[in-house]
């Protein structure tokens, strides 16, 4: 059964930076077809993907909201998948969800921002930026 657990969140002042963390397990974490990416949703809004990365192509993708602010990294021994963040912004406050899902690198691609093609998710963790 896959579990995805999240961590790392926390409150910042703009201009901060903060490292969210995505352990993953009960499944091969670096089964080539593996898709994972980061979900945010702030209160009022929708669920937007924001970054991701394919495990089989060892691509990464960036929303364009968060591009060279955000990076995606993981770390294989671990199982576990990181976002780190940078140069924060009140509007990066949101809950961060870590989502998985099996397909091919370009389907990752042009799926990453789409929740709907996500079916296994981990609880969230809060993000709040102060200004």
């Known amino acids: 059964q896959v579990r995805l657990v999240e961590s790392g969140g926390g409150s910042v002042q703009a201009g901060g930076s903060l490292r969210l963390s995505c352990a993953a397990s009960g499944y091969t974490y670096t089964y080539g077809h593996n898709c994972m990416v980061w979900f945010r949703q702030a209160p009022g809004k929708e669920r937007e993907g924001i970054a991701g990365?394919?495990?089989?192509?060892?691509?990464?993708y960036y929303a364009d909201s968060v591009k060279g602010r955000f990076t995606v990294s993981q770390d294989n021994a671990k199982n576990t998948l990181y976002l780190q963040m940078n140069s924060l912004k009140p509007e990066d406050t949101a809950m961060y969800y870590c989502?998985?899902?099996?397909?091919?690198?370009?389907?990752?691609?042009?799926?990453?921002?789409?929740?709907?093609?996500?079916?296994?998710w981990g609880q969230g963790t809060q993000v709040s930026v102060s200004s």
């Open positions: 990365f394919h495990f089989g192509a060892g691509s990464t």
């Open positions: 989502a998985a899902t099996f397909s091919s690198g370009d389907y990752c691609y042009t799926n990453f921002m789409n929740p709907g093609v996500f079916p296994y």
